[in-house]
């Protein structure tokens, strides 16, 4: 009962700095208005992918995720199946990024995916090349890259509407 007060104050000194890697404040790193890095990989069901190809002349929607992030697991699924249905009749793409931190690997991905039923390609950023890139640090971390390659939002929700096409 003694270290009852240190433990509580550890534990409130845990919250208010954000819990670490799983939501906190954006990361340096391209901000809304720059132009987005590109890059090239390969998802977990074996299809290589160009992100600049991908936009197609539309939008594209980057979910940087993890499997173990209790944030990552209460509003990436609500989210990707919101947006997808909202959004999949647009010419908007939608890539999700495991930055494969901590005990992340391709099963537990799977696994999440399967679960959750994310239905958007994902892959696994093993060397964290694209999530330095993006300066990201924490999970979730959404952004809408514009036609022309410019980031138009960056944050740990998903993205209002009014960043992505409507009629």
């Not at 330095?132 to 959404?142: D, L, S």
Request: net charge neutral; glycine share 8%.
């Amino acid at each position: 009962m003694r270290h009852a007060p240190r433990l509580l104050l550890l534990i409130a000194a845990f919250i208010l700095l954000g819990g670490g890697l799983c939501w906190s404040e954006p990361a340096a790193g391209p901000q809304v208005g720059d132009m987005a890095p590109t890059f090239q990989a390969t998802t977990l069901d074996k299809q290589r992918i160009d992100s600049a190809a991908l936009r197609k002349g539309g939008r594209l929607v980057l979910v940087f995720w993890s499997s173990w992030c209790p944030h990552s697991q209460a509003h990436v699924p609500p989210a990707v199946h919101d947006l997808t249905k909202r959004f999949g009749d647009f010419d908007v793409a939608f890539l999700g990024i495991n930055p494969v931190w901590l005990e992340d690997n391709e099963d537990k991905a799977q696994d999440f995916i399967d679960k959750y039923k994310i239905n958007i390609p994902t892959i696994m950023d093993n060397d964290h090349a694209i999530t330095t890139k993006f300066g990201v640090e924490t999970v979730p971390t959404f952004f809408v890259i514009d036609k022309d390659g410019k980031i138009s939002y960056r944050g740990e929700k998903p993205p209002p509407y009014v960043t992505l096409p409507h009629k």
